[in-house]
């Protein structure tokens, strides 16, 4: 509930309204798409979305491998 609040003052001063987002493996679909509709009608013009390198385990990512 007080997501967008605070994403609306984040991007307050924000010129470029970019918005980076990285998913986890435990979340839905549904989640996943109601946050990023909730950043887009907070503000959110650009979104990114950062993912992971499929080939690297989180354990070897740990690991720094």
């Known amino acids: 509930e007080q997501f967008p609040n605070r994403i609306r003052e984040?991007?307050?001063g924000n010129t470029s309204k970019m918005v980076f987002f990285s998913g986890a493996r435990d979340v839905d679909y549904?989640?996943?798409?109601?946050?990023?509709d909730l950043a887009r009608a907070?503000?959110?013009?650009?979104?990114?979305?950062?993912?992971?390198?499929?080939?690297?385990?989180?354990?070897?990512?740990?690991?720094?491998?």
């Open 10 to 12: 984040i991007l307050r």
């Open 30 to 36: 549904e989640t996943t798409i109601t946050f990023l």
């Open 42 to 65: 907070s503000g959110a013009k650009n979104i990114g979305i950062i993912v992971e390198d499929p080939m690297v385990s989180p354990a070897g990512a740990a690991l720094g491998q």
